[in-house]
């Protein structure tokens, strides 16, 4: 058998009996380069119940999902499955655990069968019982109401089958525990609500399952018990009793709390910014439409004026990169209208925007926003190569490449071992300098920020933040689009919400916003 | 013209289709097996030059046709552990290391053979063949495809045996996954590394034994870079086969009549310059990849390196 018997003989697990978690965490650390990706998380796991994991991108919560299902180890802090301590050092290892994963991209082989795919992994020289693993396939299906035809092709199923299918699979495998990472981000609002019928009944047969979202209407109206998770740490959790007593209204406020609450370690650089007069708009943006396969813009108004920053709150992916992306011309337009002080923008290329004082300071900073391996020097200059006076007739002109980068590393602060080192050397804070630096230099008027605090410690956000502030006191139109309400409430003087490619809201920064911009984000209020 | 059909010309054809085809066979099928695990083998031309000369080494020293081909597979593998070692443990460019291992694999054995045999230029005795009583009396073909070397037969059912190992076993579904979705593979407790190092070695097993077959069945003596590209023209005939182990057949006896085309030429007395009729099988293989290339489908994760967790 498995243990040395204690003095009294433990019967053989009844879950009513002695009800313990099938999966405990303790104080678990994963670090990687640079980043503290979980930081002392501790949680339980109960069979029988849907434990959401609620919180941000960049929350700790995928990470967590690669602990639990083999793909990562912990650095600190201990994973035990049933009362005991395990090292889950691969993802065999964790499906022997009876854990089973339904990642947020399919983990199925597309050119096989749904049956091939469930029989993947068996002696290699033996046939595959296809008859024989059809045959339990439909009756685990049956069990969880769900068909599935095992000889379709996993290629040509959607997503939501895709994922009944995995479910079905870690289900034949035997798992007590499924993790279902993200599923419903991709699916149709009706594909979602099937899911959540589905997890529901698995929840019934006494699996415990981990359900991976950043939608609080779905957490609410899933979960058994919610951990919300920020920036790598926990900072709640709500009991199944708790849950069941506040009620969904009183729930949300204290998510809504918990997800983007106040936290010490921000603390302001300075008063919120309010009571501004505002001049005419600058930058005018009207019934703005982007087509995007994802995440479609529709109808979108904004108007800034000089010296306001309108801050764009959201849940990341409602269509906040589409957005900044089209008024920065790097998506066409499918209708609207993009005015800069008079001048209409919306036929001029990025460079022609560029022209007429337009900046987009992108999050994407290693990507689009600089080339990894150029000098630092070239990547200030990045968007003005082969521009007089650092370009003459063609030619480079190290000289006055080389000042206008010393100027802007001494004006900007960015810590470099010199302004030849290739950007990809400097820390995420300098790059973002750099970024800031090339954008906010020359004749800007309007700017854009697209989570400029986005991953970088907190000293460079306090300095980004900083730069964001100052852009707007020189006159200049900012919009900031951030999924960090605290960095909003700080340093806009309007806030509009995003969502599913619209703003659905706009809240004058007042005591009131934070509550009625959490209302506006869940979608409680319309 | 009508001198030109005789019998002997037809029997010559599809003896040359199946002597000059079964070097590519081998090396088709091996590098489709490869390709299936997601490991573009480039270094196969190598492995069939080394198989070429291990299989004529031990075949010479020996006297023993048999353990020539277990030289020739070995020689193969000696190429394919370097490349499984430097591409799929290691994660270095699958191209690269391939076109390294067989320019290396040219110049040693051409290097070797200089030492060895550039003085005598020794030759094997002619192997002897196995008539399968009945089917070797048919006309034209009987002498031809009934007639053969043991070895022949066997690479004949090299064919169904991997067919049936891709289509009804667990081991053909783990090399298509790995192929298509490593990492779904590896989360069904399926090590990615070891399957795709061992589908590496039995590319260099079959291409070695490919490459044995051409030294000691086609020419009966080794010559440096005899092996003249069939390697290449494996790879082509695997992708071209869409992961179908006849497929990589048909292909293979195609390719092999045009080589052989030369000779059934010359035995039917026809005087076309031998240049012209050795370009067919390359100008073969620019034609079926104009026809088919853009058929050709590939496995997803091909000459992709598989990291666990990497993103």
Redesign the interface.
């Given at each position: 058998m498995n243990q040395p018997r204690a003095a009294s003989p433990p019967p053989p697990a009844s879950p009513l009996s002695e009800p313990r978690p099938v999966i405990s965490l303790d104080s678990v650390t994963r670090r990687f380069p640079g980043a503290l990706a979980l930081d002392r998380v501790t949680f339980d796991l109960w069979p029988g119940e849907v434990h959401v994991l609620l919180g941000e991108n960049g929350a700790g919560k995928s990470t967590l999902v690669a602990l639990l299902s083999g793909l990562h180890q912990p650095d600190a802090g201990s994973i035990r499955v049933d009362g005991r301590a395990v090292r889950i050092d691969t993802p065999a290892r964790a499906l022997d655990l009876g854990i089973g994963t339904v990642f947020q991209h399919s983990m199925l082989v597309p050119s096989l069968s749904v049956v091939d795919n469930m029989a993947l992994g068996g002696a290699w020289w033996a046939r595959p019982d296809r008859a024989g693993l059809a045959r339990r396939m439909a009756l685990v299906g049956a069990e969880i109401g769900i068909t599935i035809d095992p000889a379709a092709k996993v290629g040509a199923l959607s997503l939501g089958e895709r994922q009944q299918v995995e479910i079905v699979r870690a289900l034949l495998r035997g798992s007590r525990v499924i993790l279902l990472d993200e599923a419903t981000a991709m699916l149709t609002p009706q594909g979602a609500g099937k899911l959540g019928e589905l997890v529901g009944r698995l929840a019934k047969r006494g699996i415990a399952v981990v359900f991976i979202t950043h939608k609080l209407d779905e957490a609410l109206a899933i979960g058994h018990r919610i951990t919300v998770l920020r920036l790598g740490r926990k900072v709640g959790e709500i009991a199944p009793d708790r849950l069941a007593s506040l009620g969904p209204a009183a729930a949300t406020t204290e998510i809504v709390r918990l997800m983007f609450g106040s936290d010490d370690l921000t603390a302001p650089t300075a008063a919120p910014r309010r009571d501004r007069m505002a001049p005419p708009p600058l930058l005018v943006i009207e019934g703005l439409a982007v087509d995007d396969p994802v995440v479609p813009l529709a109808g979108i108004d904004l108007a800034v004026a000089p010296g306001e920053i309108v801050g764009i709150a959201g849940m990341d992916g409602n269509g906040q990169k589409q957005f900044a992306e089209a008024v920065a011309g790097q998506r066409r337009l499918a209708a609207g209208r993009i005015t800069l002080g008079g001048t209409s923008l919306e036929r001029l290329d990025v460079g022609g925007r560029r022209r007429q004082g337009l900046r987009y300071v992108t999050d994407d900073r290693l990507g689009e926003g600089t080339i990894g391996s150029f000098p630092l020097s070239l990547n200030l200059l990045l968007k003005d190569v082969g521009e007089p006076p650092f370009w003459q007739g063609g030619l480079e002109r190290p000289e006055a490449i080389a000042a206008h980068a010393r100027r802007l590393v001494e004006a900007y602060d960015v810590r470099t071992p010199g302004i030849s080192a290739p950007i990809d050397t400097l820390s995420g804070g300098n790059v973002q300098k750099a970024l800031l630096a090339r954008e906010l230099s020359g004749a800007a008027r309007a700017v854009i920020f697209a989570k400029p605090t986005n991953g970088l410690d907190l000293q460079s956000a306090r300095a980004a933040r900083q730069h964001v502030r100052e852009t707007a006191n020189q006159g200049r139109a900012v919009i900031l689009l951030s999924t960090d309400l605290d960095e909003l409430l700080e340093l806009s003087d309007r806030i509009a919400v995003m969502s599913r490619g619209r703003i659905v809201g706009m809240v004058a920064n007042d005591e009131a916003a934070r509550s009625r911009l959490g209302a506006l984000m869940s979608g409680v209020a319309a | 013209m009508s001198t030109l059909f005789t019998e002997p010309f037809f029997t010559a054809l599809v003896l040359g289709a199946l002597t000059a085809g079964l070097p590519l066979l081998l090396a088709g099928l091996g590098e489709q097996i490869s390709e299936k695990a997601g490991v573009l083998n480039i270094g196969i031309e190598g492995m069939m030059l080394a198989g070429a000369y291990g299989g004529f080494l031990v075949a010479y020293h020996t006297g023993s046709i048999w353990l020539g081909y277990l030289g020739g597979a070995l020689g193969g593998m000696a190429v394919a552990t370097p490349m499984a070692v430097l591409c799929i443990r290691l994660g270095l460019s699958q191209i690269v290391i391939g076109m390294a291992l067989t320019l290396g694999a040219e110049g040693t054995t051409a290097l070797l053979h200089h030492f060895q045999f550039a003085q005598s230029y020794p030759r094997l005795p002619a192997v002897a063949t196995l008539a399968i009583p009945g089917l070797s009396a048919i006309p034209v073909i009987g002498p031809a495809l009934f007639d053969r070397p043991p070895i022949v037969y066997l690479a004949i059912l090299a064919v169904f045996l991997t067919a049936y190992v891709f289509r009804?076993?667990?081991?053909g579904?783990?090399l298509?996954?790995a192929g298509?979705?490593p990492?779904?593979?590896?989360?069904?407790?399926?090590d990615v590394v070891r399957l795709r190092s061992l589908a590496v070695l039995a590319t260099g097993c079959l291409a070695g034994v490919g490459g044995a077959f051409m030294a000691e069945v086609g020419a009966g003596i080794f010559v440096p870079f005899m092996t003249n590209g069939a390697g290449f023209i494996g790879i082509v005939l695997a992708m071209q086969a869409r992961g179908r182990p006849f497929g990589v057949l048909w292909g293979a006896l195609l390719f092999g009549a045009c080589l052989s085309a030369a000779t059934a030429l010359q035995v039917a007395g026809v005087s076309i310059p031998t240049d012209v009729v050795q370009m067919l099988p390359f100008v073969a293989v620019l034609a079926v990849l104009v026809l088919l290339g853009r058929k050709a489908s590939l496995?997803p994760a091909l000459g992709v390196h598989y990291v666990?967790?990497g993103r």
């Open positions: - | 009804s076993t667990h081991l579904l783990a298509q996954a298509d979705k990492e779904a593979l590896d989360a069904a407790g399926v496995p666990r967790g």
